[in-house]
């Protein structure tokens, strides 16, 4: 088992940055798979992403690419996501995720291959 907390989020104007941070207790955090989703109302949660348990390797949704910046301290149990030149569509609520299994490039964009979840932290940009 692993219990993770976020925090970091809030309301910040459009061009404006953000760290949002995931804590992990219980188990080995280094050796999960770890992730961030998002989800607005009356829509699916989305990857916006991830990073690889040993390689450290990392997937983006393209929406995001060049302005995120994902990255794990497993000696620290801690996640972050870097978000710079936020926009008004960033909007929505953030979610840490943590899978024990070593995922294809395709399943780190998929919700249910994860085994555990954080409560979620708001994130707001306002235009």
């Known amino acids: 088992q692993v219990q993770l907390v976020e925090s970091g989020g809030g309301l910040v104007q459009a061009g404006g940055s953000l760290r949002l941070s995931c804590t992990a207790s219980?188990?080995?955090?280094?050796?999960?798979?770890m992730a961030w989703f998002r989800q607005v109302p009356g829509k699916e949660r989305e990857l916006v992403a991830a990073i690889n348990r040993s390689s450290g390797r990392t997937y983006y949704v393209d929406s995001v690419k060049g302005r995120f910046t994902i990255s794990r301290d497993n000696a620290k149990n801690t996640g972050s996501l870097q978000m710079n030149s936020l926009k008004p569509e960033d909007t929505a609520a953030y979610y840490c995720?943590?899978?024990?299994?070593?995922?294809?490039?395709?399943?780190?964009?998929?919700?249910?291959?994860?085994?555990?979840w954080g409560q979620g932290t708001q994130v707001t940009v306002s235009s």
């Open positions: 995720a943590a899978s024990q299994n070593i995922l294809s490039s395709e399943q780190n964009y998929l919700p249910v291959a994860y085994d555990y």
């Open positions: 219980g188990r080995t955090f280094g050796s999960y798979t």
